[in-house]
């Protein structure tokens, strides 16, 4: 075992593709992000801005498009602080906002949704009472940060876009991971959330035998990589929807 505990990142890169832990934690590579991985992190803090921005949206019509610029120029803002990012050229910065600003029109109208479902939607689930909480699992040897925790029931909740309507297998298999943590606390129930603001959606995820064992196994993989220093074996490379869009598509080609 080793001795810092295993967080949900890593689990989540591990079962999104097992030899991103080994370039990433065993060779330390760190590559260059392209625009596109600007624009999905800029993109991803615009969502979660605008989910804890929700009970204060209940504004004029035309307060909507500010709104969304001023959450744009934070997303923007931000990715400049985050760490992988440090080095990000201006000019991707910008292409990043410019992809974001053409998508600005949606983000109103999901706005407009929201401001009609507050009033029922908000009273029920929309209190981020305890934001990014830090959980740990000691006996599984597993920690992460939610993006908040629910009060009635108190579990962890994800901010995550569903996609085609539903979520996506690996942000299950992120909220089945917190729910498991929580579960350390006694009384806690076996259950996370996915909270789609854009869809204006919450969706529980039960916590199955199934999906309890694909957690535990994925640990003591991550585990067993970190321990040896050996790369899984296991690598979907020239799985080309994968690696299309990984940031380690370069490196991870010429190693
Ligand atoms: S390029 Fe493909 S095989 Fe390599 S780390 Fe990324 S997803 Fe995995």
């Not at 479902?117 to 908000?122: K, L, P, T």
């Not at 309890?212 to 020239?238: W, Y």
């Amino acid at each position: 075992m080793t001795s810092a505990a295993i967080t949900v990142s890593q689990i989540a890169e591990y079962n999104y593709c097992p030899r991103r832990i080994f370039l990433r934690s065993i060779l330390q590579v760190n590559p260059a992000p392209k625009p596109v991985h600007h624009i999905r992190l800029a993109r991803r803090i615009l969502l979660k801005e605008l989910a804890f921005q929700r009970p204060n949206i209940l504004k004029r019509e035309q307060d909507l498009q500010p709104e969304c610029e001023k959450a744009l120029c934070l997303a923007v803002e931000k990715t400049r602080s985050y760490p992988e990012l440090k080095s990000t050229p201006q000019d991707a910065v910008a292409k990043a906002a410019d992809e974001l600003r053409l998508e600005m029109p949606a983000f109103a109208q999901s706005l407009m949704r929201l401001k009609e479902e507050a009033g029922s939607v908000a009273a029920n689930y929309l209190t981020p009472a305890v934001r990014e909480p830090n959980l740990n699992h000691l006996q599984l040897n597993i920690r992460g940060t939610p993006d908040y925790m629910r009060q009635t029931p108190y579990a962890p909740v994800i901010i995550a876009e569903n996609d085609a309507g539903r979520p996506k297998e690996n942000e299950i298999f992120k909220a089945t991971a917190y729910a498991l943590i929580n579960c350390a606390k006694s009384n806690a129930p076996p259950v996370s959330y996915l909270d789609d603001p854009l869809s204006a959606t919450f969706t529980p995820v039960i916590i199955t035998e199934a999906r309890k064992n694909q957690v535990i196994e994925s640990i003591n993989a991550v585990q067993n990589i970190l321990t040896t220093k050996k790369d899984s074996g296991v690598c979907p490379h020239g799985s080309h929807k994968k690696c299309a869009g990984c940031i380690y598509e370069e490196p991870c080609y010429r190693t």
